[in-house]
């Protein structure tokens, strides 16, 4: 069984017409966007926002267009993958270099799902390196700041050359460990000039449905 197809097609079920609709980026939101494409060409009439220009190009792909987020004043509903999630509904996302953007959306959305197999599920935030935006100005500098304070960055590379981001930013993947301090971590980066935005996504969701070779779970945050 495909996980990431189970919880891609399950996460439509809560799309409703009419709705403004951020649709996330990777592997699994993959999914998700093709089984909303088949909803759309039945008739289910939504608007939609990405979260990263490959998303576009795959919505687009498929015959869906895709709204800039000045053209809407509203998110309904977001839907989007993780890289690793914790119990208390703490993510860590970016794997796919798409965090800004992805966070932008999350925020902006009345309601947020997140979608994954049940390898992203974990005990404690670590064993995946948390990815952070930076500004290419002064980057050196920002990554010895980060390195200062204990964070192990390392900068994201994609085909030998630095990985360069929908909006024209770094990524550093800071290897942290199985377990890390999330709250002093968030702390410390967010005290770091230079640091556009970082992967931790702290109980942003409403809803999780995470596949399983039984199939799809539904997870609701009740702090959410
Ligand atoms: C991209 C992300 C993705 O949501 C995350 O990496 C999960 O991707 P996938 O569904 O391919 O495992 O944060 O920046």
Redesign the pocket.
């Known amino acids: 069984m495909n996980l990431?197809e189970v919880v891609g097609k399950k996460a439509v079920d809560y799309v409703k017409d009419g709705m403004i609709v951020g649709l996330?980026?990777?592997?699994?939101?993959?999914y998700f966007v093709h089984a909303l494409a088949d909803r759309v060409k039945e008739g289910l009439n939504v608007e939609m926002v990405s979260t990263?220009i490959q998303t576009v190009e795959l919505a687009k792909s498929l015959g869906l267009s895709i709204k800039e987020l000045e053209e809407i004043d509203h998110i309904d509903l977001a839907v989007?993958?993780?890289?690793e999630i914790d119990k208390d509904f703490n993510a860590i996302?970016?794997?796919?270099?798409?965090?800004f953007r992805?966070k932008i959306v999350a925020d902006i959305a009345r309601e947020v799902i997140w979608i994954?197999d049940e390898s992203?599920d974990v005990e404690k935030l670590g064993n995946f390196n948390l990815?952070v935006e930076i500004l290419p100005f002064g980057y050196s500098h920002t990554i010895r700041k980060m390195e200062e304070v204990g964070l192990k960055p390392v900068l994201r590379l994609k085909d030998g050359a630095t990985l360069i981001t929908d909006n024209n930013n770094y990524i550093v993947d800071l290897h942290l460990g199985y377990g890390f301090d999330i709250k002093a971590v968030k702390e410390k980066l967010e005290s770091i000039v230079g640091v556009v935005e970082h992967?931790l996504f702290l109980n942003m969701c409403k809803l999780c449905i995470k596949g399983t070779e039984q199939g799809a779970v539904i997870i609701e945050n009740p702090n959410n």
């Open positions: 990431k996330g980026t990777g592997s699994t939101v993959f990263s989007d993958g993780v890289d996302k970016g794997g796919g270099a798409a965090l992805e994954y992203k990815p992967g």
